[in-house]
Structure formats: C-alpha cells, structure tokens
T-cell receptor, first 110, second 116 residues
C-alpha cells in the first residue's frame, strides 16, 4: 500500500496540552499534506510540506518531515476544544493522485 | 465551505434503486475526484477526472458510474448497490497545472449514503 498510516488511531488530551500525531509512508513522495475533518463533514486542508522541506509552521501547527524515515509529524500546540476532529495525512506520489491514511481521532477535553 | 457543494447531503436507497450524487465546484479547478469514506478505513479514491477526462478508476464496481459533463460538475450514478456500499461519499477538486503538479484538494461536505 502506498498510503500513509497515522499513529495513534485515537488521542485524548486536556485543553492547553500539545497534541502530536505521526504519519508513516512507504514510497517516495512529492509532498505530504495534513487535513482535518470534523465529524460527518468534508476534509479541510491544513498544511503542505514538500519533500525538500523539513519543517513548516502555520499558526499553532508545526509539521516535520523526515524523508529518510518516511515519516511526518503534526504538532498542535496549546490545544483547544475546537481542535477536536480527525486528522489525516495524505501522500502525493504522482501528479494527480493522493493517498490518505485512516486518520487520528483527536479529542480535546475542556 | 461553499467552494465545493454536494447534493444530497443524505440519501437512503434500496438495493434496486437508481440514484445520482451531484458535486459542483466554484473554484475554477480542472480536476475533480470521488472518494468513499467508510468507518475506520482510509479514504478510498474512486475516480479522478482531469480536464473532464477520466484518468483513474481504482477498480470500482460497475454499479458506480461517474459522469463529468464539464469541469465544474461531477456526478456519481448509483445502481443496484449493496449494503456494504453505505458510506460517506466525498467529492474534491484541485487545480492541475501545465507542469502536471497538483497540490491542495478542496473537499465538499459529502453525501451520507445508506443502502438498505
């Protein structure tokens, strides 16, 4: 399978804590993207990191990419109850296709 | 959320029914996608249309039939479905450039399909 795999499957934290989710993949990629999905809704793009980048920031989000280990991590700092959602990594390995993982279900308790 | 719209949002159908899902994108993109999302499983890419031409069909059963009349509209025609086809069906769009690269996909809210 060429799709990414998120870890852990589920994560529960208190508001204010940091949340870290990981994604591993098996083949060389052009870029890796993280998406968020609220229950029963569509996915929303959060951040994209290219294969020649190692770290990117966007607000409270920090993404790292280690191509030697074929892994990426998404860190959400100072989490809020509104961050409760499922988070997916997507790996793009050709020009018009992306593979999504099964996601990490994050619950942030107020 | 108004960039990509999907109708209906919920659909219940019997195994002998024929129904269609509709997707419309208002972003000027030239590539559109159908995904199937089942509980606790990765998103499954079903169909890809690039410049209105189908470029990928990931071994989807023939009871699912896509149609892309123009770059803004995408349909998924459903016929004699099975209960295991019950899922959230998501449409997405993106911009496919001359270099062949695509980046962000924009998703619709999905159609929750239940097959009885």
């Amino acid at each position: 399978s060429q799709q990414g795999e998120e870890d852990p499957q589920a994560l529960s934290i208190q508001e204010g804590e940091n949340a870290t989710m990981n994604c591993s993949y098996k083949t060389s990629i052009n870029n890796l993207q993280w998406y968020r999905q609220n229950s029963g809704r569509g996915l929303v793009h959060l951040i994209l990191i290219r294969s020649n980048e190692r770290e990117k920031h966007s607000g409270r989000l920090r993404v790292t990419l280690d191509t030697s280990k074929k892994s990426s991590s998404l860190l959400i700092t100072a989490s809020r109850a509104a961050d409760t959602a499922s988070y997916f990594c997507a790996t793009r390995y050709n020009n018009n296709d992306m593979r999504f993982g099964a996601g990490t279900r994050l619950t942030v308790k107020p | 959320e108004t960039g990509v719209t999907q109708t209906p949002r919920h659909l219940v159908m019997g195994m002998t029914n024929k129904k269609s899902l509709k997707c419309e994108q208002h972003l000027g993109h030239n590539a559109m996608y159908w995904y199937k999302q089942s509980a606790k499983k990765p998103l499954e890419l079903m169909f890809v249309y690039n410049f209105k031409e189908q470029t990928e069909n990931n071994s989807v059963p023939s009871r699912f039939s896509p149609e892309c009349p123009n770059s803004s509209h995408l349909f998924l025609h459903l016929h004699t479905l099975q209960p295991e086809d019950s899922a959230l069906y998501l449409c997405a769009s993106s911009q496919f450039g001359t270099s062949g690269s695509t980046d962000t996909q924009y998703f619709g809210p999905g159609t929750r399909l239940t097959v009885l």
